[in-house]
């Protein structure tokens, strides 16, 4: 192998490496948006009370943020089936980032929680966005 093959080979390397890390430190919390300080602004508006999240429809989508980012780098955690399948319980809500609707921010059931990771070494997610057209709040 030549060394300009190994070099780029190298450099794929360190990018998974380092995309993998992120995305573990990210979803542990280490690294993002903080504790819903007053800077961000979906930590505005009514708080949840513990109130539980549902399925509305067949399926509700769970993403890492309070939009929708079905690109390159989708922010979709989990996607949970069923009608009136507990998701989690409702810690904050706000408006999203790039719509008109309002986001709750749930902290995910273990059932939820479990189905949530990459891989199996990668951690799962603990907490994660939902709009108010795919929930009810019961």
Known sequence: ???RTKTILTAIGIVAVAGIAYK????????GKGNGS????ASSGPGGGGKMATV????TNVRE???VDAGWW????????GTGTVIGTVEKSGPGKTD???WYY??????VKDASSMWGWAGEHTHGWVREDVVNIV
Not at 56 to 59: E, L, P, R, S, V
Not at 106 to 111: C, H, V
């Open 106 to 111: 749930l902290a995910l059931t273990p059932e």
């Open 56 to 59: 509305k429809g067949t399926y």
């Open 100 to 102: 008109g609707y309002t």
């Open 24 to 31: 573990v430190l990210k979803d542990k919390g280490f690294i």
């Open 38 to 41: 007053s800077s961000d602004p």
């Open 65 to 67: 943020d309070n939009y």
């Open 1 to 3: 192998m030549n060394k």
């Open 74 to 81: 989708d922010n979709l955690v989990v996607k949970v089936d």
